[in-house]
Nanobody, 115 residues
Framework: VQLVESGGDLVQPGGSLRLSCAAS????????MSWIRQAPGKGLEYVAS????????YYGASVKGRLTISRDNAKNTVYLQMNSLKSEDTALYYC??????????WGQGTQVTVS
């Protein structure tokens, strides 16, 4: 079972990025997926989650309206489209298996820096 994130980068405020998470080793289309982030010196923060078929989508309050989670079950991949980025979005972004409140598999993380 593995999750591999990619797409993190250094971007200017107001810019955009798209993060990807490739899943393997389990039946991807039967699991909810989420993104969690950790800013420097802070705890984990819930970002977004999607149900197994792009329904039941939820967002954390600080990202609602700017970040969009989606998934492609044919590619075993979940995405996080990030628009209107702010300095406070700087964090290590983790892809996780599970919906809100329960995550049992984590990727290694991809770094997003807004500066």
């Amino acid at each position: 079972v593995q999750l591999v994130e990619s797409g993190g980068d250094l971007v200017q405020p107001g810019g955009s990025l798209r993060l990807s998470c490739a899943a393997s080793g389990f039946t991807f289309n039967t699991h909810a997926m989420s993104w969690i982030r950790q800013a420097p010196g802070k705890g984990l923060e819930y970002v977004a989650s999607t149900g197994s078929d792009n329904t039941n989508i939820y967002y954390g309050a600080s990202v609602k309206g700017r970040l969009t989670i989606s998934r492609d079950n044919a590619k075993n991949t979940v995405y996080l489209q990030m628009n209107s980025l702010k300095s406070e979005d700087t964090a290590l972004y983790y892809c996780t298996r599970g919906g809100r409140g329960f995550w049992d598999v984590w990727g290694q993380g991809t770094q997003v820096t807004v500066s």
